[in-house]
């Protein structure tokens, strides 16, 4: 059974800094990807960044280019999501995902990509 379990939410004031955690159990994405998603307070999911378990390869979306960075430790079988010049506008619950773990050359950004979901973390930016 596949189990996401995401660390390190938080509340920090705009221009601040975190970094989310997540671990996976029973998965393994040779050929897969894990990301991160985020759901404000009545907006819509969205991708936030996702990364490719065969290269490393990276994705983001265009609002938190060149402010977050996803990576990963295979070993631990861990991804992260360091977090800076955070903004009110981050405010979110942060989910990590995971898909089947095989079968893919590249990772996207749709939700419906993603087979495995952890329970979430909040990250609150006051302004």
């Known amino acids: 059974q596949v189990q996401l379990v995401e660390s390190g939410g938080g509340s920090v004031q705009a221009g601040g800094s975190l970094r989310l955690s997540c671990t996976a159990s029973?998965?393994?994405?040779?050929?897969?990807?894990m990301g991160w998603f985020r759901q404000a307070p009545g907006k819509e999911r969205e991708g936030v960044a996702t990364?490719?378990?065969?290269?490393?390869?990276?994705l983001y979306a265009d609002s938190v280019k060149g402010r977050f960075t996803i990576s990963q430790d295979k070993a631990d079988n861990t991804i992260y999501l360091q977090m800076t010049s955070l903004k009110p506008d981050d405010t979110a619950m942060y989910y990590c995902?995971?898909?089947?773990?095989?079968?893919?050359?590249?990772?996207?950004?749709?939700?419906?990509?993603?087979?495995?979901w952890g329970q979430g973390t909040q990250v609150t930016v006051s302004s």
């Open positions: 990364i490719y378990g065969g290269d490393g390869r990276q």
């Open positions: 029973g998965y393994t994405y040779t050929h897969g990807c």
């Open positions: 995902v995971a898909d089947r773990g095989y079968g893919r050359s590249s990772c996207g950004l749709r939700e419906y990509a993603y087979n495995y």
